[in-house]
């Protein structure tokens, strides 16, 4: 028998998680405190586990405070302001403080090394369940091929068959699983832009007197700070990880020729410090020094994609989160927070579920398209417009077929407290408790 077939055993409800991504052990943590035993296939080995870094905002923070997330000892820095500048001149075009974030928002910003993130949330979803948790078992080097929606059977590889009461589909941008999902159009289309990803050491940022002007701790707040250049259509943005002893770095720039390889996800394909220096020929010479700095494992260079919004979520008895279920670009750093606010969801809408009652099921599920449509939608579409946002032709209504309240006008930055407000202050848990009570 393979592993994978004990997702089928004993009287609990009972899920299939495929992809442990942010997405996928966000969705695990919430079913097993639900309730539910879960079964993660994973094709990965996490040899190689994904570096640089990735803001939390207070949408998904406020979830993970209440998981027990322990954001001290993933060494999150606080997110509590942004800025930018003029790339050639360093002219500041654009400065908000936001250091009463939690207090204004429920839970704090912050940002975290990746690794130290997926490890945290992978605790989580192995620590010994509590009375009334389900049980977790995370199955590494299974993939899946197929899924039957309506039956909640799992294809995996090597042709075996696995079922469960719930699949969630979390395997990530370029989803296999979402063919046998939605008859939508579903290929993932490249942006036409890439994006430099590197780590660079704060000490070595700090020990030159210029860098050590625009990044000094004891005079700058964490946070976001970008250089636009518009000559090579390039935004660089910083912001320091790992209790601020890093520094990350992303470029996004036109894609160059040879760049990125395939359609499958390249984060581990290394480019040359000269060709991004090449791409930031008109950069003022401070921060170009960054390019230089990076640590021992280089410069990545990550093709991005998008993809249509999806009109539901929900098939039978499967559930898309994450990436595979809205492909966007990190305009507003939103990607991940959206994914585990889905995951409270899921929480609240399958706690005390018995998996096996097919009505109950539809109707908890169909209260998830509900609440998550507007939600994922508006944050997948305001990032692939970029910061033309509602100045981009088609991109209100398309907006609007989804989402009916209020919108950040056009102009207006990622990151400045209209968008703040619009992404980053919704209550997740408060939000579908109340739909299921008036449900
Ligand atoms: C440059 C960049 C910066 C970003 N910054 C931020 C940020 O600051 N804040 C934020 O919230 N978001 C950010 N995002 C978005 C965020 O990184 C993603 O939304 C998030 O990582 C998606 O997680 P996921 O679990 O859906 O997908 P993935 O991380 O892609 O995970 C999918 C998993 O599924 C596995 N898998 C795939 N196929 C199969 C299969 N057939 N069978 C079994 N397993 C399978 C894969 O191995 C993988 O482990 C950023 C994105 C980019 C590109």
């Known amino acids: 028998m393979s592993p994978a077939l004990r997702a089928t055993a004993g009287p609990q409800s009972r899920a299939i998680v495929v992809g442990a991504g942010i997405a996928g052990l966000s969705a695990t943590v919430a079913l097993r405190r639900a309730g539910w035993d879960v079964s993660v296939l994973e094709r990965s080995r996490f040899k190689n586990e994904i570096g640089a870094a990735i803001t939390v905002p207070p949408n998904a923070t ?23 500048y003029e790339a050639a001149t360093l002219e500041c075009f654009l400065y908000e403080e936001f250091t009463d974030i939690a207090e204004a928002m429920g839970a704090a910003s912050w940002s975290f090394h990746r690794v130290d993130l997926h490890r945290g949330l992978r605790a989580l979803a192995e620590a010994a369940p509590r009375p009334g948790e389900g049980e977790v078992d995370i199955q590494l080097g299974i993939e899946a091929a197929a899924v039957n929606c309506e039956e909640g059977i799992v294809t995996l590889r090597d042709g075996e068959q696995v079922q469960a009461d719930l699949v969630v589909i979390a395997d990530g941008a370029h989803s296999r699983l979402i063919e046998s999902f939605t008859p939508n159009p579903t290929t993932v289309v490249h942006t036409g832009r890439s994006i430099y990803r590197w780590l660079v050491s704060m000490d070595d940022v700090l020990a030159d007197p210029a860098l050590r002007a625009l990044y000094d701790p004891a005079t700058t707040l964490p946070g976001f700070k970008r250089y636009r250049e518009p000559v090579n259509d390039v935004l660089w943005v910083t912001y320091t990880c790992r209790g601020e002893r890093m520094l990350n770095n992303a470029v996004v720039h036109p894609t160059q020729p040879g760049e ?131 100045a981009v032709p088609g991109v209100e209504e398309e907006v609007r077929k989804y989402y009916d309240g209020p919108l950040p006008p056009a102009g207006c930055l990622p990151w400045t407290s209209e968008f703040r407000e619009a992404l980053f202050h919704h209550d997740a848990y408060r939000v579908a408790e109340e739909m299921l009570a008036r449900d």
Not at 62 to 84: C, H, Y
Not at 319 to 338: N, Q, S
């Open 260 to 390: 990125g390889g395939g359609d499958e996800d390249q984060w581990h394909s290394a480019v040359a410090p000269e060709q991004v220096l090449a791409m930031l020929e008109h950069f003022h010479e401070t921060p170009r020094k960054i390019v230089g700095l990076a640590n021992e494992d280089g410069i990545k260079v990550h093709r991005l994609f998008k993809r249509p919004a999806l009109d539901s979520f929900v098939r039978g008895r499967a559930v898309v989160v994450g990436d595979a279920a809205h492909v966007m670009l990190p305009t507003h750093a939103a990607g991940g927070a959206i994914a585990i606010e889905s995951a409270a969801a899921l929480e609240v809408l399958m706690r005390g579920v018995d998996g096996r009652d097919g009505e109950v099921m539809k109707r908890r599920l169909a209260l998830f398209d509900r609440l998550r449509l507007p939600r994922c939608n508006l944050t997948m579409l305001a990032s692939n417009a970029g910061p033309p946002w509602l």
């Open 62 to 84: 406020m979830v993970l405070d209440r998981w027990g997330f322990d954001a001290e000892k993933a060494q999150g820095v606080p997110n509590i302001a942004t800025s930018g």
